[in-house]
């Protein structure tokens, strides 16, 4: 069974900065891209970012180029966001997402519960 | 960036009606276009890929279909666990974007 638990949610200051973690299980994750897509609370889904399964390619929205970045570690089976320069516009659920294939533009087919990160003062 | 506007924004049926939701695009995504259920609480479910293929273990009432700027998800018999947010999302180029959601509500 695919598993996808994310973790490293908090209460962070406007400019601060967290650590996403994404730990998966039940399927072999070197194969697969992955993804960190956000909901707003009360909003819609916002693509954040995506990275291939070997790690060589990212990509990222531009609402958080710059501040945010996605990489893996293929030995542990984990996936991280690094998110710096925290605004309150930031404030939603982060959910970590499998792409179905290795290239990072594939469907997005299995979503973790997701982790929440507030910025506030 | 490419837009997803879906349509209506939210829709109020029975059970066993059919739900007919819409997603354009501001330019052609091809096929490229995926289909997700989030229910209230919950994360969001794939549903249909590449505009008209069902995921593993969707039931057989939930059809999608299209190409280019237009697609539509049909749910022919609605069932009050179809109460959710429907949103479709493209994968054409980057980045990649989702549209807006139509709430159903049964």
């Known amino acids: 069974e695919v598993q996808l638990l994310e973790s490293g949610g908090a209460l962070v200051q406007p400019g601060g900065s967290l650590r996403l973690s994404c730990a998966a299980s039940?399927?072999?994750?070197?194969?697969?891209?992955m993804n960190w897509v956000r909901q707003a609370p009360g909003r819609g889904l916002e693509w954040i970012s995506s990275?291939?399964?070997?790690?060589?390619?990212?990509y990222s929205a531009e609402s958080v180029r710059g501040r945010f970045r996605i990489s893996r570690d293929n030995s542990k089976n984990t996936l991280f966001l690094e998110m710096n320069s925290l605004r309150a516009d930031d404030t939603a659920l982060y959910y970590c997402?499998?792409?179905?294939?290795?290239?990072?533009?594939?469907?997005?087919?299995?979503w973790g519960q997701g982790t929440l990160v507030t910025v506030s003062s | 960036e490419t837009v997803l506007t879906q349509s209506p924004a939210a829709l109020s049926l029975s059970p066993g009606d059919r739900a007919t939701l819409s997603c354009r695009a501001s330019?052609?995504?091809?096929?490229?276009l995926d289909w997700y259920q989030q229910r209230p609480g919950q994360a969001p479910r794939l549903l249909i890929y590449?505009?008209?293929n069902r995921a593993t273990g969707i039931p057989a009432r939930f059809s999608g279909s299209g190409s280019g700027t237009d697609f539509t998800l049909t749910i022919s018999s609605l069932e009050p666990v179809d109460s959710a947010v429907y949103y479709c999302?493209?994968?054409?180029?980057?980045?990649?974007?989702f549209g807006g959601g139509t709430k159903v509500e049964i």
């Open positions: 590449d505009a008209s």
């Open positions: 039940g399927f072999t994750f070197t194969n697969y891209a």
């Open positions: 330019q052609s995504v091809h096929t490229s």
């Open positions: 999302q493209h994968r054409a180029t980057w980045p990649l974007t």
């Open positions: 997402a499998r792409g179905a294939d290795v290239m990072a533009a594939a469907t997005i087919d299995y």
């Open positions: 990275i291939t399964a070997g790690g060589a390619n990212t």
